[in-house]
């Protein structure tokens, strides 16, 4: 009996040790790396980094653990210099799904690790570059407000929904990019745009650029375009026949041409009688055209 017991206990000792070291295995492997750089010009501005993590269909945060290159590591996801500087930043996480740096001053960010990454914010940093190769099954992009003169989505075919606004790019292709349906590339320096892979694209906002043309005619889930402020002489929405909001103000257009875009769109819809279409367009304009097919017209 005394050696059953003690083979018992034996066996017990034996399976906690076996659980503690697999639960040490657990915090010591696994861990993705995240650096970044930061640029402190305000340090009165709190850094952040909000990490989350799929878990059963609900977004969670991550464990992390986050090395903010003055000496300090913990776990807190935000953090205060108490002086201006360049700081070198770790972030070791597991399981990331989501990740939030925006307002942050990162001027640069590597996510080679990050390859579960679905969802990315990085807006309003001080980004020049940004390298989404390993970050295949990214379907969300925010990255407006940065210094980015370049941006290659090639890889990143699962992308829905892109924002890339302000920033310095002169080109973008999106002909890898087939499920997109948002994309807000205002205020850039771009002088075309192609979207003729992009047929689930309902929302568009491309103004601000340098577009002498746009061609949308295989756009025709488009319901929002906003492409006012560029170097367009003509605009032809004939296939667009979902379309309920349009600003095309400051544009190169003539009343003729203008005639032939108003022409163009479809007749205007309507919820509890109240019409729900909009054209934004300059008022020495005749939009007559429009009204007459129930468009209202700011």
């Given amino acids: 009996m005394k050696k059953i017991f003690t083979l018992l206990v034996m066996v017990a000792l034996a399976a906690c040790w076996t659980s503690c070291s697999d639960d040490d295995n657990d915090d010591n492997t696994n861990w993705q790396e995240i650096k970044a750089t930061l640029e402190i010009t305000d340090a009165t501005l709190a850094s952040a980094f909000d990490c989350m993590e799929d878990e059963k269909d609900a977004y969670t945060t991550c464990k992390i653990i986050i090395d903010w290159g003055d000496g300090t590591i913990d776990e807190s996801p935000k953090h205060y210099y108490s002086q201006k500087g360049i700081y070198y930043v ?3 996480v597991k399981k990331i799904k989501k990740l939030n740096i925006s307002y942050s001053q ?3 960010l590597n996510l080679s690790e990050a390859t579960e990454l ?3 914010w990085c807006l309003n940093c001080k980004l020049t570059s940004l390298d989404l190769s390993k ?3 990214l379907t969300t992009l925010g990255c407006g407000n940065n210094k980015l003169t ?3 989505l090639s890889r990143n075919i699962k992308l829905t929904e892109l924002e890339c606004y302000n920033n310095q790019l002169v080109s973008l292709d999106l002909s890898k990019n087939t499920e997109l349906t948002k994309l807000i590339s205002s205020s850039n320096q771009l002088s075309s745009l192609d979207l003729s892979k992009n047929i689930k694209l309902y929302s568009l906002d491309c103004s601000s650029n340098q ?4 061609d949308l005619s295989k756009n025709i889930k488009l319901y929002s375009l906003d492409c006012s402020s560029n170097q367009l002489s003509s605009l032809d929405l004939t296939k667009n026949i979902e379309l309920i909001e349009l ?3 400051e544009n190169q257009f003539t009343q003729e041409t203008v005639n032939a875009l108003l022409t163009s769109l479809p007749m205007g819809k309507y919820n509890n009688g109240e019409s729900i ?3 934004k367009i300059n008022d020495k304009w005749d939009t007559s055209i429009a009204e007459e097919k129930g468009w209202k017209v700011n």
């Fill in 118 to 120: 679905t969802t990315l």
């Fill in 247 to 249: 600003d095309c103000e």
């Fill in 135 to 137: 970050n295949i099954k």
């Fill in 211 to 214: 577009l002498s043309s746009l």
């Fill in 277 to 279: 279409s909009t054209l």
């Fill in 106 to 108: 990162v001027t640069s």
């Fill in 150 to 152: 370049s941006l290659d």
């Fill in 90 to 92: 770790t972030i070791k």
